[in-house]
Every structure is written in structure tokens, then in C-alpha cells.
């Protein structure tokens, strides 16, 4: 029994996400836990780059809202208390309030990107060079469009990619 009950503590702690993320990420986040769970909607579960400009890894993980299931991105600062939630709830330029389209994404650590601009009608108007000066977030449906979650040094802003 108690080799039963220490294989159940191992395989717990494995699968555990407070096991991958870096420590201090998965103690910032139990202030998040009582409206937020961890989610798995996109694989990675969770990235890192220096998002701030800072020179220190910040922590983004994919979290569903408990009260709807609304899905999204919460961004934690390395080196402040400051965070940002993404969707899950909270609208977020064209991605939403809900990202639960996306299937996809990754660090944007391209220098320029090229955003997609519309109409007053919501019709595709052109695309304007955008310059970046540090990593933003990729975030899209696998085989459509999407967006970068990025960090100008004062906001975070949406670059919309694709249609």
C-alpha cells in the first residue's frame, strides 16, 4: 500500500504543471488559480522569451476561464508583479475574448512583421510594416489567420496576421 500510494505522489507530481513551469511562474499563478485553471488547448502549455525587453525570461501559459470556459493567454512578468491576460474573457484586439480558435502557437522573434489593416467595413484593406524590438506571441488557427500578442514597452498590443 505504501508503494501504491508513493507511485499516486510521483505520477501526480510528473503530470503536475506546477513541475514544468519555472517556480517562480507556478507561484505567481496560484494568485490567478481561484478564476483561472491551466489549460492544454495549444501545445506548448506554456512559453518563454523575454517579452518585457528586460533581459529576463517572462512566462506565457494557456488558462481557461472557470466560470465559462473562456480560453486564453496569461502573460507574467520575470522581474515584476505585473501580468496580462489575453482573451479568457477579456477582449483582445481581433483575437477576442475567447481563443478557443486557436490550435497553434509559438515566439514571434522576427524583427518585422507585416500587419493586416482593414476597412471601416471590416473588409481586408492592405498590410503595414510593423518593426519589433523584442519577441511577441504567435497565436493562430493552424492554416488561417491569427495574430501577435506583442509587448511595445508600454501595452501589449494585437498585430493581426492573415484575413
Given at each position: 500500500m505504501k508503494r501504491f500510494i508513493t507511485l499516486i505522489l510521483v505520477l501526480t507530481s510528473?503530470?503536475?504543471w506546477s513541475q514544468t513551469l519555472p517556480s517562480w511562474a507556478a507561484?505567481?499563478?496560484?494568485a490567478y488559480s481561484g478564476k483561472y485553471v491551466l489549460s492544454?488547448?495549444?501545445?506548448?502549455q506554456f512559453l518563454e522569451a523575454d517579452l518585457s525587453g528586460d533581459k529576463k525570461p517572462d512566462v506565457a501559459i494557456v488558462i481557461e476561464r472557470r466560470v465559462d470556459k473562456k480560453k486564453g493567454i496569461l502573460i507574467l512578468f520575470a522581474s515584476?508583479?505585473?501580468?496580462?491576460i489575453a482573451g479568457a474573457g477579456d477582449k483582445f484586439g481581433k483575437g477576442g475574448d475567447d481563443f478557443e480558435w486557436a490550435n497553434t502557437w509559438s515566439i514571434f522573434?522576427?524583427?518585422t512583421t507585416f500587419e493586416t489593416t482593414f476597412k471601416p467595413n471590416g473588409d481586408v484593406d492592405s498590410a503595414k510594416e510593423v518593426k519589433l524590438e523584442r519577441p511577441g506571441?504567435?497565436?493562430k488557427e493552424e492554416e488561417g489567420a491569427g495574430g501577435i500578442i506583442y509587448f511595445n514597452?508600454?501595452?501589449f498590443i494585437w498585430i493581426h496576421q492573415g484575413d
Open positions: 510528473v503530470t503536475s507561484e505567481k499563478f496560484k492544454s488547448y495549444v501545445k506548448p515584476t508583479d505585473k501580468a496580462f522573434k522576427e524583427k506571441i504567435e497565436i514597452g508600454k501595452e
